[in-house]
Every structure is written in structure tokens, then in C-alpha cells.
Nanobody
Framework: VQLQASGGGSVQPGGSLRLSCAVSGLSLDYHALGWFRQAPGKEREGVGCMSSGGGSTNYADAVKGRFIMSRDYAKNTVYLQMSGLKPEDTAVYYC??????????????WGQGTQVTVSS
């Protein structure tokens, strides 16, 4: 199983980025997929989670209305579209997969992380 996160970068406040998480070795139909982030000196926090099969998606309050998760079954890839970015969104973003209904800090499968920096 491999999760390959990409798409991070530097952007000005109010800008947008789209993160990708290419998944191999497991099916998006049977695994929840999600995104976490960790800012310097802070604990890793959940950003969004899409249940297996895409039945439901939940977001952290801090990103609701600005971030949207989607998945492409043909490419076995999950995306995190981020808009209205704020400096407090600066963090390393990780994707995760879990055979349970949702991802969690103890999920079995993790991507390597991609840096997002929001500054003027």
C-alpha cells in the first residue's frame, strides 16, 4: 500500500491550492480517505475525511466552506481543493487511509506529507 501526496507549495493569503493523494494497493471503495495537517509546534489535526465509497464527507470547522475533498476512482486518487487560504493553514499536509469508517490518528496508511505555506 502506498499513498503519494503532492501539490503543496507557497501561496499568498486568499489563494488556492489543490493537493493530490495517489493511492495504490487498496480500493477507495472500501477505505475511508482523509487529510490531516501538522503545523510547527502543534499536534497533527484532522482536516477532512471521506467515508469509504464517498458516502459522506466531513470537515474540520477551521476549513469548512473553504476546503473540498473529492476522489477520482479511475485514477484512485483523492484531492483536497483548498481556497481562501489563510496563514494559519500553513502546515505539512498528510493523506491517510483506513479500512474503518473514518480516518484517525492511528490509521494504518499514511502518505509522506506535502508542505503548504501561506504568506504574503
Amino acid at each position: 500500500v502506498q499513498l503519494q501526496a503532492s501539490g503543496g507549495g507557497s501561496v499568498q493569503p486568499g489563494g488556492s491550492l489543490r493537493l493530490s493523494c495517489a493511492v495504490s494497493g487498496l480500493s477507495l471503495d472500501y477505505h475511508a480517505l482523509g487529510w490531516f495537517r501538522q503545523a510547527p509546534g502543534k499536534e497533527r489535526e484532522g482536516v477532512g475525511c471521506m467515508s469509504s465509497g464517498g458516502g459522506s464527507t466531513n470537515y474540520a470547522d477551521a476549513v469548512k466552506g473553504r476546503f473540498i475533498m473529492s476522489r477520482d476512482y479511475a485514477k484512485n486518487t483523492v484531492y483536497l481543493q483548498m481556497s481562501g487560504l489563510k496563514p494559519e493553514d500553513t502546515a505539512v499536509y498528510y493523506c491517510a487511509a483506513d479500512v474503518r469508517m473514518a480516518v484517525a490518528a492511528d490509521s494504518d496508511y499514511w502518505g509522506q506529507g506535502t508542505q503548504v505555506t501561506v504568506s504574503s
